[in-house]
């Protein structure tokens, strides 16, 4: 994972559960979403993520934050101040989740992503590793309608072995440590869930799922080095970050990738593979990957970070021979995700921006949601890990993730139908979060 040096200090107040110390908030330039009471979308065709199937001509009625009502005509008189969006022609989707982004590190990325965000479709964001604080101060901004945003699912700092593998938002951990203290001040202080990663040993991560099962919170993250996967997953892993360890099976021993995604299906763990980290990889020598339009969305400290860690990463494979294997690899990474989601693993669309080079905030997830197409997922299949996917996974299928009366109307209004092309994902009529219209592009 890849963060500015200015925190590279953090994990030592985290290690001696000072973090829960309050730090001071920053003053933020207020954005204030359209306000309405009542949003009445006229004869739009919705995107039914339950079933794969379109809705044809249906009438909704969106009533202060949730869905109101859905049907050929509504019967109810309009409140004369409401909003009427005529939908003809259109399409009518949930809004999107980024299952793997990493936001809660700079008190300065709301003003700075969080309309990035909303206007590419992502309503709702899983922050994999950051500062509690900061994570609690986007939520209440958020909650309290100073700023329009996206929900917030976040596990705060990163629990890891001793030493870690990155200093800044971890919390080293091993036989020394009361895990019962860190893990009670990590759930007071708000984290929905803990990410666990690659240095964990055994007896901790034991020790965490003992804590989240009585506590009803789960774990998430890398597969330890120290660990099998297979008992990783026995313990309730709730989902496998990227492809490590997994492509090395894959690699070797296909026979017990099928004997783990039985497992993992057994076990509701899902997979966030984050394809396009692995696609980056094999453009080591392509300069295109830098875009010029979203450097702006870029710190000063990440973009001087991702320059570095570039440079090493093109000095390790300068050879032909060494861009042809990383072409290969990526091709059986693929070919693992088709095979997972084949046996019935759940995928979650997850770009990690923040913890790849040039993983840019919000457009990444449509260039992961293409992937996931390209890997063997149909159009309907990738769209229900960025829907309904993260709902289920998440538990918060009653609010979330289908156009559905009672749930929350975090909606996009599409020029075209995501079932035919993902890509039609990207043709952004209006974005509503929350029963606000936030982006109005037409």
């Given at each position: ?273 984050t394809l396009i980290t692995y ?75 923040a913890g790849m080079p040039y ?76 029963g606000k219209i936030v982006v109005?592009?037409?």
């Amino acid at each position: 994972m890849i963060f500015s040096h200015q925190y590279l200090n953090i994990c030592l107040k985290y290690a001696v559960l000072l973090f829960i110390a309050l730090l001071v908030g920053c003053n933020h330039v207020k954005k204030t979403a359209v306000s309405t009471s009542v949003i009445f979308i006229k004869n739009i065709d919705i995107v039914d993520v339950l079933s794969g199937e379109v809705v044809t001509n249906q009438d909704v009625v969106v009533k202060n934050d949730v869905i109101y009502f859905i049907g050929k005509s509504f019967s109810e008189s309009i409140p004369e101040h409401s909003t009427i969006i005529v939908g003809t022609g259109k399409y009518l989707c949930p809004g999107l989740w980024d299952m793997h982004f990493h936001l809660c590190w700079d008190n300065d990325n709301d003003t700075l992503l969080f309309p990035l965000l909303l206007a590419n479709g992502i309503t709702g964001i899983r922050d994999m590793g950051g500062d509690l604080t900061i994570m609690r101060n986007f939520k209440r901004e958020v909650q309290d309608v100073e700023i329009a945003g996206p929900e917030i699912f976040g596990a705060g700092p990163i629990i890891d072995g001793n030493p870690p593998v990155h200093f800044d938002f971890s919390l080293p951990v091993d036989n020394h440590t009361n895990m019962n203290m860190l893990l009670d001040s990590l759930k007071n202080n708000g984290a929905d869930f803990f990410k666990t990663y690659s240095l964990i040993q055994e007896a901790q991560l034991k020790d965490i799922a003992v804590y989240g099962s009585k506590n009803n919170m789960h774990f998430a993250g890398h597969l330890s080095e120290y660990i099998e996967p297979e008992t990783s997953i026995s313990l309730g892993q709730r989902s496998v970050e990227h492809l490590n360890r997994l492509d090395e099976i894959w690699q070797t021993n296909t026979s017990r990738i099928d004997s783990l995604a039985n497992l993992m299906v057994a076990k509701k763990t899902a997979l966030c593979p984050t394809l396009i980290t692995y696609q980056l990889k094999t453009k080591v020598r392509d300069t295109t990957i830098v875009n010029n339009g979203y450097t702006k969305y870029i710190p000063t400290s990440l973009m001087t970070e991702w320059k570095a860690t570039w440079a090493k990463r093109l000095q390790r494979h300068s050879k032909l021979d060494d861009w042809q294997e990383l072409e290969k690899t990526f091709i059986g990474q693929r070919e693992l995700v088709k095979t997972l989601h084949q046996k019935g693993v759940m995928i979650l669309a997850g770009s990690d921006f923040a913890g790849m080079p040039y993983v840019y905030p919000a457009i990444s997830l449509h260039q992961e949601l293409r992937l996931l197409v390209d890997a063997g997922l149909s159009n309907y299949e990738a769209l229900k890990t960025a829907t309904v996917n993260p709902a289920i996974y998440m538990n918060r299928q009653q609010n979330y993730g289908s156009v559905s009366v009672g749930k929350y109307a975090d909606l996009l209004v599409l020029e075209k139908n995501p079932l035919e092309n993902i890509d039609h994902l990207k043709l952004i009529n209006r974005v509503i979060v929350k029963g606000k219209i936030v982006v109005h592009n037409n």
